[in-house]
């Protein structure tokens, strides 16, 4: 036993998510944004590592690789719009970006 409890685990996660929160809310930069989901997928992972190791099974875990994967196809789309949006706007400001709008 490691002496971490699940507490532990949840502690940190809420913080780490709290952090990906306010980032996203108070940021009006578009990478920054990004970064900010991403940091709230990994506390999510936080999570499901925390409560497999605490019930002894892998179900966790396997999700973990899933929200892994998601990520991974979230970034890869998120930054092929913000390289299309900027050769389009010169900018990554998300207030200047209305191109969607009619």
């Not at 980032?23 to 409560?51: C, D, H, K, Q, Y």
């Amino acid at each position: 036993m490691t002496g971490l409890t699940p507490t532990h685990y949840l502690m940190l996660s809420a913080a780490l998510f709290m952090i990906g929160v306010a980032g996203v809310v108070t940021r009006r930069n578009v990478i920054v944004i990004f970064m900010s989901i991403e940091l709230m997928l990994n506390a999510v992972n936080i999570n499901l590592m925390g409560f497999s190791l605490q019930w002894g099974n892998s179900l966790g875990q396997v999700f973990a690789l899933f929200v892994i994967a998601i990520a991974a196809a979230e970034a890869a789309v998120g930054l092929g719009i913000i390289l299309a949006l900027y050769r389009n706007k010169d900018t990554i400001n998300i207030d200047d970006m209305n191109v969607m709008k009619w």
